[in-house]
């Protein structure tokens, strides 16, 4: 891989969250923990979203498509960051540095996109509830969800492929736990100038686009609730969009504020990336299930027939004997 006719180093120094043995023996529990309880939750919203028939709508697809991204985000950083803190020299070189930034970017930029495409959703459920079949079919969802994997993994192509060209001469330590494009351009000897400026554009297109496409969603979703005479039917459309509302507020919240920040690798910053990519793909099902009743009716259903399951293997074992 070509990283510039003069790079003279081959690997960087990611320094993570503490340099206390101690501490980062419980960080890896901690981390390790979470990074399970993420793949299982997120498992089972698939899961249980594919064998529920009750489930089989527009909503549950979107959300299905955003727990398999919540695995793909957490994969990215988090196995790196574990062998990181076990490891006396926490070292990643360039091309995996690389390809970290690319999936990261990636991820970002998906995990952006069909939290838009949710709220669209429930834009069309809400507001146009006599199309809204015709509007989220089949086809449509499809291509709503290739959509946002296409553009955001073109996002990233276009910004690796300038972070390519860029040389990295004698600085090598990162002061974070993973590669993020941002904390790569203080490292670089090069011009950088084109580079920021294209991360400029792909944060325009995806932080403030997509934030541009939820705010006119959830504006005349608010119109159209408070049109509505019955307090009931008011509780009912604001409580399907509660959720989706809290993992919007958390993922967007931290990832500006973390962007808006100047890399340093100061604790607050840290404490962002960690919310948005490590702790977000954590608590989306948990929002998802702890606030919507068809999940929790669909939870209670796959449990009665894991359970009748178990009677039926229990009772074929007794008669066999």
Same mark, same amino acid.
């Given at each position: 891989m070509a990283l510039g006719n003069h790079s003279t180093?081959?690997?960087?120094?990611? +320094?993570?969250?503490?340099?206390?043995?101690?501490?980062?023996? !419980? #960080?890896? *529990? &901690?981390? +390790?923990?979470?990074?399970?309880?993420?793949?299982?939750?997120? !498992? #089972?919203? *698939? &899961?249980?979203?594919?064998?529920?028939?009750?489930?089989?709508?527009?909503?549950y697809f979107f959300l299905s498509q955003l727990s398999f991204q919540d695995i793909f985000y957490s994969s990215v950083t988090v196995p790196k960051m574990l062998e990181n803190l076990l490891s006396q020299r926490k070292a990643i070189s360039i091309e995996g540095c690389l390809a970290q930034v690319f999936f990261v970017f990636a991820a970002t930029g998906i995990e952006a996109c069909l939290l838009s495409v949710m709220a669209y959703d429930r834009y069309a459920a809400i507001c146009h509830p006599l199309l809204y079949a015709q509007v989220m079919s089949k086809q449509s969802c499809l291509k709503l969800v290739w959509g946002s994997w296409v553009v955001a993994f073109l996002d990233a192509l276009i910004n690796i492929l300038l972070a390519l060209n860029l040389d990295f001469c004698e600085i090598q330590i990162i002061h974070h736990y993973s590669c993020e494009l941002p904390s790569l351009f203080p490292l670089s000897c090069s011009d950088t100038s084109t580079n920021s400026e294209m991360l400029l554009c792909s944060a325009l297109l995806h932080a403030l686009g997509t934030c541009l496409l939820i705010f006119y969603s959830y504006a005349r979703i608010v119109f159209t609730i408070l049109s509505i005479s019955s307090s009931s039917g008011r509780s009912k459309a604001f409580s399907t969009c509660s959720s989706h509302l809290t993992a919007v507020s958390l993922f967007y919240g931290s990832a500006i504020l973390r962007h808006l920040m100047p890399t340093s690798g100061s604790p607050l910053e840290l404490i962002l990336s960690i919310q948005y990519s490590v702790v977000m793909p954590l608590v989306n099902p948990l929002i998802y299930s702890l606030k919507n009743k068809e999940v929790k009716a669909a939870v209670r259903r796959m449990k009665l027939k894991y359970l009748q399951c178990l009677r039926e293997h229990g009772r074929g074992k007794h008669e066999g004997k």
């Amino acid at each position: 891989m070509a990283l510039g006719n003069h790079s003279t180093i081959t690997e960087f120094i990611l +320094l993570g969250l503490s340099a206390d043995p101690k501490i980062q023996a !419980l #960080l890896f *529990v &901690l981390f +390790l923990m979470i990074y399970l309880l993420t793949l299982m939750g997120n !498992l #089972l919203m *698939v &899961l249980m979203i594919h064998i529920d028939c009750h489930l089989h709508t527009p909503m549950y697809f979107f959300l299905s498509q955003l727990s398999f991204q919540d695995i793909f985000y957490s994969s990215v950083t988090v196995p790196k960051m574990l062998e990181n803190l076990l490891s006396q020299r926490k070292a990643i070189s360039i091309e995996g540095c690389l390809a970290q930034v690319f999936f990261v970017f990636a991820a970002t930029g998906i995990e952006a996109c069909l939290l838009s495409v949710m709220a669209y959703d429930r834009y069309a459920a809400i507001c146009h509830p006599l199309l809204y079949a015709q509007v989220m079919s089949k086809q449509s969802c499809l291509k709503l969800v290739w959509g946002s994997w296409v553009v955001a993994f073109l996002d990233a192509l276009i910004n690796i492929l300038l972070a390519l060209n860029l040389d990295f001469c004698e600085i090598q330590i990162i002061h974070h736990y993973s590669c993020e494009l941002p904390s790569l351009f203080p490292l670089s000897c090069s011009d950088t100038s084109t580079n920021s400026e294209m991360l400029l554009c792909s944060a325009l297109l995806h932080a403030l686009g997509t934030c541009l496409l939820i705010f006119y969603s959830y504006a005349r979703i608010v119109f159209t609730i408070l049109s509505i005479s019955s307090s009931s039917g008011r509780s009912k459309a604001f409580s399907t969009c509660s959720s989706h509302l809290t993992a919007v507020s958390l993922f967007y919240g931290s990832a500006i504020l973390r962007h808006l920040m100047p890399t340093s690798g100061s604790p607050l910053e840290l404490i962002l990336s960690i919310q948005y990519s490590v702790v977000m793909p954590l608590v989306n099902p948990l929002i998802y299930s702890l606030k919507n009743k068809e999940v929790k009716a669909a939870v209670r259903r796959m449990k009665l027939k894991y359970l009748q399951c178990l009677r039926e293997h229990g009772r074929g074992k007794h008669e066999g004997k």
